[in-house]
Structure formats: C-alpha cells, structure tokens
C-alpha cells in the first residue's frame, strides 16, 4: 500500500493542472473580443425563441383577433376566450401551435439581431459619454431610446421574411379549404411564397413593420432600462422583483406605442391577391384610413390584453 501512494499524487496534480487549463480556456474564449461583442447577439436569441416555445398560442390568438371582422363595423365581437374555445372545441389544440418554426426563426434572427445591436449601440453611447464627461458618466433615457429605435428598426428589416411567413400560416386555417396552402413548415412557406409572388413579396409589409418595432423597442428596451434604474433608486424591491415590475411596466408602454402598427402588420402580411390581381390594402396608410373608416378607430386596439401577455415576456 505504500509503494502506491506517490503515484497518486502526480495524478491529482495532473488532474487539478487540466481542469485549470480547460476553465483558463473557456474563460479566454469567453472574453475574446468578437465573443463579448456576440454574447449579447447569442443571449438574445436564446431568450426570445425560449419565450416564443411559451407563448406561441397567444401570439396565434392575437392575430385571429386582428383579422376577425375585417372591413365590418358591427356584429359580434370576437374575444381571446372565444377563440381558444372554438379552436379546442374543433379538436384541433395543436393548432394553437400553428406556425411556431416560422416563430422560432424569427426569433432567432428578429430577436438576436435586436438585443444585440440594443446592447452594442448602448456600449458605443456609453463610451461615448465617458469620452467626453468623464469615466463615471452614464447614459440617460434618452441614449437608450435611440438605441431602442435604431435597433428594433433594423432588425425588423432582416426579420421580416420570417415574421410574413410567421402570419400566413397563422391565417391559413381562416381560409375556406380549397384555398388553403397548408405550408408544412417555415421553409415551405418562404419558398411557395417566393414561387407564387416573387422575392420581394417576402418583404411586404415591411414598413409598418419596422415602424412597429421601433415603436416596440422604444417602450420595450427603453422603458426597461428605465424603469429598472427608477426602481432601483427609490425603492428597495430584490433584484428580481425589480426585473420583473420593471419587465410589465416595459411591456405595457411597449404595447401601447407598438400594437396599431402591429395591426396593419398583420393585416398587409396577410393580405394575397384576388382574381382581378388587386390587394384589399395599397399600404400602411391605405390600411390604416380603411379600417379607421370601416371598423373604427377603437380596432386598432383590439386584444390589447392578449398582446400585452404576448409582449411581457419579451421584455
């Protein structure tokens, strides 16, 4: 027994000596450069395709919601409840489900472009405002909802293709069923969408939807930051009581500010041509002077609470 005691320590030596290696590694990978600079890009996508896996049918209940009633003023007024119930009582529960790999890539390119731009662009301000008064210096309300807009604006434009495929296959199931596409999947979807009406029929609706996600970003990112540094100055809520008040305060201004354009999002990304090769809406304001004209100007806001749960998450 004793002959072999030596031998075990230039193995637990050994050991001890590659675990610190291996961590060492991780941590400089860790702290490269072009990975703090992709963290933010990372981080961001993780979180919105784990939330979108979540809320899902929400997000099918809020467009049903947008699209029920269209160019009518009058007659019943769909509810979020009243939604679910038909949808469950057709025996078909999974299509709450509808559309969710379309969710996904969206997120995973909407999402991860979005937060991290929305943390670069902050970075570049801060560093700017240190720059110029001193290493204490901070940003304020302001700086953060201008990197709020730019980023949510920008990443709208890439995301776009997924967020139109995302509402057809949400809609599809509104159609009677010889004018159904059934798209079996996102990739699907984009292809016969890009067959049937051209590349750039990917981007329609592109407009209101970047005006809807600055809108987004300005109540969501901004108001968030916000909230969460008022918060923490005059209250003495934990750190995640904080996070949270903070998150549902973010998501209701972000609601407020974001769901009109979400509305005519939903309704031009929907819209497809008829047999005459006219579209019901020539564009965001076209759309926006319909409905207000035809269905009131109160629509803009219907399912607000089902958006709001939508969006609360997010933030």
């Known amino acids: ?60 209940i809020k467009v049903r919601l947008q699209l029920a009633g269209e160019g009518i003023s009058s007659g019943p007024k769909p509810s979020a409840l009243g939604i679910t119930r038909q949808i469950v009582a057709s025996g078909k529960v999974l299509d709450l489900y509808t559309g969710l790999s379309a969710g996904l890539l969206r997120q995973a390119v909407y999402t991860t472009a979005r937060i991290g731009f929305f943390d670069n662009f902050q970075g570049i301000l801060r560093a700017r ?48 069923l010889a004018q159904r596409a059934n798209y079996n999947s996102v990739i699907d979807a984009l292809v016969r969408i890009s067959k049937a009406e051209g590349i750039t029929a990917l981007w329609s609706g592109c407009f209101p ?48 500010f974001s769901l009109p354009f979400d509305f005519v999002k939903t309704r031009l990304q929907k819209q497809t041509r008829g047999p005459d090769g006219k579209v019901p809406y020539k564009g965001m304001v076209d759309c926006f002077a319909k409905v207000a004209r035809e269905e009131g100007w109160l629509r803009f806001y219907r399912g607000f609470t089902t958006y709001y749960v939508r969006i609360a998450p997010h933030a």
Do not use: Y
């Open 209 to 256: 939807t970047v005006v809807r996600a600055m809108a987004l970003n300005f109540g969501q990112l901004a108001f968030f930051a916000e909230a969460k540094s008022q918060l923490k100055t005059r209250t003495n809520l934990s750190s995640r009581s904080n996070t949270l008040t903070a998150s549902a305060i973010a998501g209701f201004f972000a609601s407020f």
């Open 1 to 60: 027994m004793a002959s072999k005691t030596p031998s075990l320590a230039p193995t637990s030596s050994s050991s001890s000596t590659a675990t610190a290696a291996a961590t060492t590694t991780a941590s400089s990978f860790l702290h490269h450069p072009f990975m703090r600079a992709a963290l933010p890009f990372i981080n961001g996508g993780l979180a919105g395709m784990s939330a979108t896996a979540i809320i899902q049918p929400i997000d099918m």
């Open 129 to 176: 405002a240190q720059a110029t008064n001193g290493a204490s210096a901070t940003i304020g309300f302001k700086e953060r909802a201008l990197a709020g807009l730019s980023a949510g604006g920008l990443a709208a434009m890439v995301g776009n293709p997924a967020d139109l495929a995302l509402i057809r296959m949400q809609s599809d199931g509104l159609k009677p």
